[in-house]
């Protein structure tokens, strides 16, 4: 009985048409008459028709497009043969975006080290054709009208903070970059059912050009059996398929981390005005951020505990829009002090030291229509205690999960398909095995310790913000004072948080 191996080469670009070119090479099931040995020989013969690809990428993702773009961008790493595979039935099609339409609820704000790496890649021209939302501004304050601090480019010689960008605005602009390249690009529309790969061993004896048995056989590819009956090799996997990676968990590795009880709704609003600032307050039960996507636009980010996410999403429009303006106003307590002479109740902590008109506090532009449906998913902290083993990797989520409370995970992951990427290339001009764990351990050391630092921050502001206590209070507060008043450590933060330095504060 024959089955057909479908292989899709998908070429588009954002606003332009799909070209489908479609190929297919016929196999045979194996009768259960057949011999042992006539079984073996057909199933080697079956295999070495199967196609060969240096890497496949599982996961078509912002992540996963990400390195598949980052590899189409380096001299050494352009002429691969890569497969992407996913099973999303909207990946690879022509994303038209109309100028009026409300933003989608799922963006992401990247940082400058992020835009800086989506330009190298070629991205970032694309993105800048569609809409998206610079800021160079960023509020945050808590609910004790305590803490507070303010922070401008300008304290650091930059133009922006960062820029919020729809995600799909940001896959379909990576996407175009690959599918425009010189690279060899095969995109699966299957899910990934196994994966199979046995230890190194020589390659003697086996001639100058090895089958894919052979290779197989020999530890030098791994063989993923996809949902729609296809069979790939690859030389390397790599797993860009999310917080529940079936990479992860087919290569057999684990995972450390708990679940917040907390949820996050997310949701896009609109002003009569344009929001041009990042705003965050912290509230008992989670933040509440507010972020400019343009056109008077900006996305709702609001944690809370899963009963009271519940309700958020189930109540009204006009009661919700109402429960957003109270929590970026004077819901849940006062607004900080700020005043020209710094009379703040923690002035001890910096001196008499003067407020510009740019660093007191501001109340962010009134909610005034609900632009999206409400989502809300669950919080999470997960770490992979590998990032590889042999001829696999994990980027993304599929590596680690975060506290959006700053917005970062995007950002880790962008970081890890560059570093991937890079330890590609130098394995490749050494001659080496992009597959072989030595190597790909390269790219775990760079970005392991800089994922755990970034993890270890986050998940302690968080569990600081989760206890209301007097003392803990004043402590959260005198925190914010310093960052505000004190130049040297506001500038580090902000270094941090934009990505220039993988390390926090003075490390």
Not at 39 to 52: E, G, I, L
Not at 423 to 443: H, M, P, S, T, V
Request: charged share 20%; hydrophobic share 40%; with cysteine.
């Amino acid at each position: 009985m024959n089955r057909l191996f479908a292989r899709k080469l998908i070429r588009t670009n954002v606003c332009g048409t799909t070209n489908i070119f479609l190929r297919t090479c016929s196999t045979h099931k194996v009768s259960t008459s057949c011999s042992n040995e006539e079984s073996n020989a057909k199933r080697n013969s079956t295999d070495d028709d199967c196609p060969q690809h240096d890497i496949a990428i599982v996961g078509g993702g912002m992540v996963g497009i990400a390195l598949a773009a980052s590899l189409a961008s380096k001299p050494l790493t352009k002429h691969l043969n890569v497969a992407i595979i996913d099973n999303n039935p909207h990946f690879g099609r022509k994303n038209i975006l109309e100028k009026g339409h409300p933003p989608d609820a799922r963006v992401s704000t990247v940082t400058p080290a992020t835009i800086s790496f989506l330009k190298d890649i070629g991205a970032w021209k694309y993105i800048e054709e569609q809409r998206h939302a610079y800021f160079d501004k960023m509020q945050v304050w808590d609910y004790t009208g305590l803490g507070y601090t303010r922070y401008n480019a300008k304290d650091v010689d930059q133009d922006i903070l960062g820029c919020v960008v729809e995600n799909k605005v940001l896959q379909s602009s990576q996407l175009s970059c690959v599918l425009e390249s010189d690279l060899q690009k095969t995109i699966y529309p299957a899910r990934l059912n196994s994966m199979d790969m046995l230890p190194s061993s020589s390659l003697t004896g086996l001639g100058e050009v090895p089958s894919i048995t052979d290779l197989f056989m020999r530890g030098r590819l791994a063989k993923l059996e996809l949902s729609d009956g296809n069979n790939v090799y690859a030389k390397l996997v790599v797993g860009a398929d999310g917080s529940k990676s079936q990479v992860r968990e087919l290569a057999g590795i684990k995972t450390t981390g708990w679940n917040y009880s907390q949820n996050a709704i997310i949701c896009t609003v609109e002003h009569t005005v344009e929001n041009f600032t990042a705003w965050q307050r912290f509230l008992p039960n989670g933040p509440i951020a507010l972020l400019p996507i343009g056109d008077k636009f900006s996305n709702i980010v609001w944690t809370m505990d899963p009963t009271e996410a519940s309700d958020r999403k189930s109540m009204s429009e006009d009661d919700f829009i109402k429960a957003v303006n109270d929590a970026l106003d004077y819901g849940y307590g006062p607004h900080p002090e700020t005043t020209s002479s710094g009379g703040s109740s923690l002035s001890w902590l910096t001196g008499d030291v003067s407020i510009s008109a740019k660093e007191r506090f501001e109340t962010p532009p009134k909610v005034v229509k609900l632009s999206s449906e409400r989502m809300m998913f669950p919080l999470s902290l997960r770490h992979a205690k590998d990032y590889v083993s042999n001829r696999v990797a994990l980027v993304g989520d599929s590596a680690h999960t975060v506290h959006p409370l700053a917005g970062q995970g995007v950002n880790l992951g962008f970081a890890d398909a560059c570093a991937l990427s890079r330890a590609i290339a130098e394995g490749i001009a050494l001659g080496a095995d992009i597959g072989e764990a030595n190597l790909l351990k390269r790219y775990e050391a760079e970005r392991k310790p800089a994922n755990i630092a970034m993890m270890a921050v986050l998940d302690g502001i968080q569990k600081m913000y989760a206890v209301n206590f007097g003392p803990l209070n004043a402590l959260r507060a005198a925190a914010f004072h310093g960052a505000h008043y004190i130049s040297p450590l506001k500038k580090r933060i902000i270094s941090y948080a934009s990505g220039e330095q993988s390390l926090p504060l003075f490390a």
